[in-house]
């Protein structure tokens, strides 16, 4: 409290020794003015008379209640890493909680019900490769491991048998962590709801791959509609495994390059060409007369649809876009909620490929720059280094000699330059361009395209012909 004119202390306590106060007391009054010219002098101990007490670092009155006893010094050099690593966490946090996430996902026991199942499925998982030819070595280990992390992950979804082979995959090409974060992206943002208890996102999809066969191939749709065979038969696995266990290992890798880039677009193209290649016309039909054969027909694909070059070309030429997919994906679910209701699992939208994933996540944190609260003097030594301290003048002449010349350098114009400005593919509108002659300007050719389609920017991932530039 501030002190009142005439008082040279403390207020003492009334007579009656009540502390409590009513609201009109601590009402400013008429000389409420000077009263804040005197708080504002000092601190609050300095307003009570105890200017002359220590404060220790935290704030606390040396020899109060709350004030620690004899503080030890912390050095210097202590301080200064501990800002730095501050800096360090705050700059990356998500890599210093994924260390202890990590920690707690690899170390936790796990669900029973689940761990059974998953040591069934472990020699299941790619038999004749190197790395999980043998039980109990190091590729089983960290399939499971990656496996058991994300039933602790998700533990309402839980494991499904399809994650096993995906899994394995990226083990395969990566660390047992980046493939489990992999996994989770997979899971969450590429094929949502794949492998959810009632299978119903995948469902769905077969329902999709259906309609959109009728565009694609009707004499194959015409087919499968005749022998009344449901989607479900012919592409669970192609879906839930991403063809892992469908296609030679070259086109599984060519295959999965293009659906992380341009997402589940990519997936149903391939399971497009391959109906189409395998039941798309008259002579491929005779000998698939019943339900059965039809089946065994998609169950062993001709090699050579499934060959490498000719499936890429193929799928990379085949006009399904992610607009189709999604507008199919509205009609289907509509059809759905009107025959059967409500989906019972809600999985969050669908992300086509890296480039919308990117732009659905948040903005990078802009990189804290380094701050420190402990300044030192200029001619002083920094901690940890040799030699003579520069004098304070010498300094001052160093950084007046900068200045000049940065104000130099940016008064003087690059020859034949204009300040135009483009990041990340994106257009900006030119800035301080000086205006040519119109006299010796050159006429423009009446076909050519406006400046801004140069760098139009299309809502597609990729259109067709990037991706024949890219894929081939």
Known sequence: MAKSPGENGPRSPAAGGSLSGTRESLAPGPDAAATDELSSLGSDSEANGFAERRIDKFGFIVGSQGAEGALEEVPLEVLRQRESKWLDMLNNWDKWMAKKHKKELDMSPGDSKWLDVIERDLH??????????????????????????????????????????????????????????????????????????????????????????????????????????????????????AFARTL???????????????????????????????????EKLKACQGQYETIERLRSLSPKIMQEAFLVQEVIELPVTERQIEREHLIQLRRWQETRGELQYRSPPRLHGAKAILEAEPGPRPTLQPSPSIRLPPDAPLPGSKGKPKPHKQIQKEQQKQEKASGQLEKIPMPGQAKVVIAGGDACPPQDVPPKDPVHQDPAPQDSAPLDSAHHCSKESLTSQESEDTYL
């Open 124 to 241: 299941r998982q790619f038999p004749f490769h190197e790395m999980f030819v043998s039980r109990g070595g190091h590729g089983q280990q960290d399939l499971f491991r990656v496996l058991k992390a994300y039933t602790l992950y998700r533990p309402e979804e839980g494991y499904c048998q399809a994650q096993a082979p995906i899994a394995a995959v990226l083990l395969m090409h990566m660390p047992a962590e980046q493939a489990f974060w992999c996994l989770v992206q997979i899971c969450e943002k590429y094929l949502p709801g794949y492998y959810s208890e009632k299978l119903e996102a995948i469902q769905l999809d077969g329902e999709i791959l259906f309609s959109l066969l009728q565009k694609v191939s009707p004499v194959a749709h015409k087919h499968l509609s005749r022998q009344k065979i449901d989607p479900l038969l012919y592409m669970t696995e192609w879906f839930m495994c």
């Open 248 to 282: 030679p290992w070259s086109s599984v890798l060519r295959v999965w390059d293009m659906f992380f880039c341009e997402g589940v677009k990519i997936i149903f193209r391939v399971g497009l060409v391959l109906l189409k290649h395998a039941l798309g016309s008259p």
